[in-house]
């Protein structure tokens, strides 16, 4: 079945403790899945109290769902707003790199 999957790599930043970071990954995958995210898996990549890195990946069932969950993100400016002030005041991660892949059935 084709899907589409957002992934990134996240490394955390120093000075921050492997619970802060922890607790912001609970915060975006609680996030992805109420904007219509099928399922967000996370896999540590490097240990470390101060500086872990992360591969999260966002799974979609298709790119049309991805853009609706985009949408939902954005449409409300003012919440939007808010939650970029909060984690821009609070960072506790670095993106890396960030991807959007389309998986499609076998032809």
Do not use: C
Not at 16 to 32: H, N
Not at 53 to 69: E, F, N, Q, R, Y
């Amino acid at each position: 079945m084709a899907h589409t999957l957002e992934t990134m790599v996240a490394e955390g930043r120093e000075g921050k403790t492997r619970t802060q970071q922890l607790a912001r990954l609970k915060e975006w995958k609680k996030a992805a899945l109420s904007n219509g995210a099928e399922k967000v898996d996370i896999w540590e990549v490097g240990s470390g109290d101060n500086v872990g890195s992360w591969v999260i990946a966002v799974s979609h069932k298709s790119a049309t769902d991805l853009g609706a969950s985009i949408d939902s993100y954005y449409k409300s400016p003012a919440k939007y707003d808010l939650q970029s002030e909060k984690w821009q005041k609070s960072p506790v991660f670095n993106i890396k790199s960030y991807s959007i892949m389309h998986l499609m059935e076998t032809v």
